[in-house]
């Protein structure tokens, strides 16, 4: 699926001249190539978008749906043949195939030749052919909708995906400042113990703190590779060939339901139901046209005939197809396209009640981790002092070091939780977006589209 584009995203990262002799795809494997640091989300996207086989899939039903449109329109246009014929009789005077009597199929008289040109046009057929061009067309802009709502669902996926890893980084990175701060706890207690101002349970409780925060941060790398390993499928690049950069502006203060209930008309799965209904009532148009006669005309020209004096003779005759029994089949027929087209009736109704929901869940919970996230850094900050209050009174023998442990635990834990919710609020963000098919988000991008935001080396 790279194709074209594949090898533009290489040349552009200035690695066609040593890879030249791979194909697109592995050029974007090799483990030994050129780093790409700094990946945005944008540019994972468009990787993503070169790269996902059922995007590939979504544009092949396009195609074939264009294919069928070209069938129908084929169908109402007239045709045009040239038909050359021969014709061969046995000679009931004599024996057939004895050499000897001359008879079978030996004499030119006995085979005549013509040429001739063959036209035929429809002129009537109860609309069939129009009403199949019409839902042939209708499946073409369906298909292609459907194609963008894809492009916008990989687009919430790889943002999952990326959003998802920055958080176990940043996740690692307060448990690194957690080990270090109880290191710095370990080697006070050690001293205060050999100086006999604190117990050795201390001691223990701090290493034993220590020992459960690096069991923590080796469970979060596991986690970390998991997730860079699920965006490296998508980006089709290897882990150890990128690093990613946040670059995302910060969330807004607050939205309006209401603007995004009204996009919600403009999704494309909706706008594909609605095609894929409008195809269904041409269908239905076209079976309930069998009921009616077919007219069409049918002309030949010919212009060499071995049996005739003269060429250049023609004629033509107009038929005319009446069905009057058929066992019931043409009615079966219409009726299944009826049921069908009530069944893509019932999907757009639900659709249409599924996607107000979808959109006022994604603003319920952009909401709730909007003001979540307000709340916990107030926690933050109120952790930070407790923590330096409890050190402080430790010092004055006021508190106890279990009680300076757990005000470090709530801080860092609060902090662990800080991050987790600007990723969920992030998330929610895109999720708001794709449940209301926002005509402004990245996810409507197309292929002319790309390369725009891709990081050169």
Known sequence: MLGVLGWSVLSSLGAAETLKTMTPEEKLRQPDGPRWDG??????????????????????????????????????????????????????????????????????????????????????????????????????????????????????????????????????????????????????????????????????????????????????????????????????????????????????????????????TGRPDLLAAVQMERSARAQLSSAKGEHWGKLSFEGNYTFYDSDSQRDGDWSGFLSLEIPLFDGGSIEARVDQQRALFAQKKLDLSRLEREAERDVRTAFNQFNSSLAELARLKEAVETAKQNYQAQKSDYELRVVTNLDVLNALRDLFGIMREESNARTNLRVNLVKLYVAAGSSGMPGNLDQRHLLTHVPKI
């Open 39 to 264: 990946l945005t989300m944008k540019a994972c996207y468009e990787l993503a978008l070169l790269r996902m086989e059922s995007l590939g899939l979504s544009e092949q039903e396009v195609r074939i749906a264009q294919a069928r449109y070209r069938e129908a329109i084929g169908s109402i246009l007239p045709s045009v043949r040239a038909v050359g014929e021969q014709y061969f009789f046995k000679d009931r005077g004599t024996d057939f195939g004895s050499p000897v009597a001359g008879g079978g199929f030996g004499s030119n008289d006995l085979t005549p030749r013509q040429a001739r040109v063959n036209v035929r046009v429809p002129l009537f057929s109860g609309l069939r052919d129009v009403e199949t061009a019409r839902a042939a067309r209708a499946e073409i802009e369906g298909n292609r909708q459907s194609l963008r709502r894809a492009r916008q669902n990989l687009y919430l996926d790889v943002a999952e995906s990326y959003y998802q890893t920055l958080s176990y980084e940043e996740d690692l990175q307060i448990l690194a400042n957690v080990r270090e701060a109880l290191n710095e706890r370990v080697e006070l207690l050690e001293q205060r113990v050999k100086l006999g101002k604190s117990r050795d349970s201390e001691l223990l409780q701090a290493r034993s703190a220590l020992a459960q925060t690096k069991v923590d941060i080796e469970r979060t790398k596991g986690l970390l590779a998991a997730t860079r390993e699920m965006l490296a499928f998508m980006i089709g690049v290897p882990v150890e060939r990128w690093t990613l950069k946040d670059d995302a502006a910060p969330p807004p203060g607050s939205l309006e339901l209401a603007e995004y209930l009204a996009q919600v």
